[in-house]
């Protein structure tokens, strides 16, 4: 049978409580500590990135609201010179239908005269072709 000693079972257990209190000291304490500062660590670190997480996205919005900003002033501009240009536009076109127009009557008006004097020179000449005939037919008779 097992037979159990008293005193061997006293010193195992003395020896147990021991070595728990020294593995305690040397060892489960500085794993401890090492644990609470790494906890310590991450969450400051956490806390870092959270700053720089809240400041892109800050710096984020600021930019595509300055983006948005400049889209519509350049859209304005855009807008200003296209009026601009319609405007210059139309200035060019009515000043070239001005000279169109003043141009077309300066023709016609020189076509008219063209056409009084050669109907005059015509006149002239019937009439010069008539009394030739006349006097060419009578002359004849």
Do not use: C
């Amino acid at each position: 049978m097992i037979e159990f000693h008293e005193w061997g079972l006293i010193w195992q257990t003395i020896n147990f409580l021991v070595t728990l209190v020294v593995l305690n000291f040397i060892l489960y304490k500085p794993i401890r500590e090492v644990i609470r500062k790494r906890k310590e660590l991450m969450a400051g670190q956490m806390s870092q990135i959270e700053k720089f997480t809240a400041d892109a996205e800050s710096k984020l919005k600021d930019y595509e609201e300055q983006l948005a900003a400049a889209r519509k002033q350049g859209n304005e501009i855009r807008a200003q010179f296209k009026d601009e240009a319609t405007a210059e536009e139309t200035k060019l076109l009515s000043a070239a239908g001005e000279d169109a127009a003043f141009t077309l009557k300066a023709a016609r008006t020189e076509i008219d005269g063209q056409v009084k004097t050669a109907m005059e020179q015509l006149s002239k000449d019937v009439e010069q072709f008539a009394a030739k005939a006349t006097d060419k037919i009578l002359g004849q008779a």
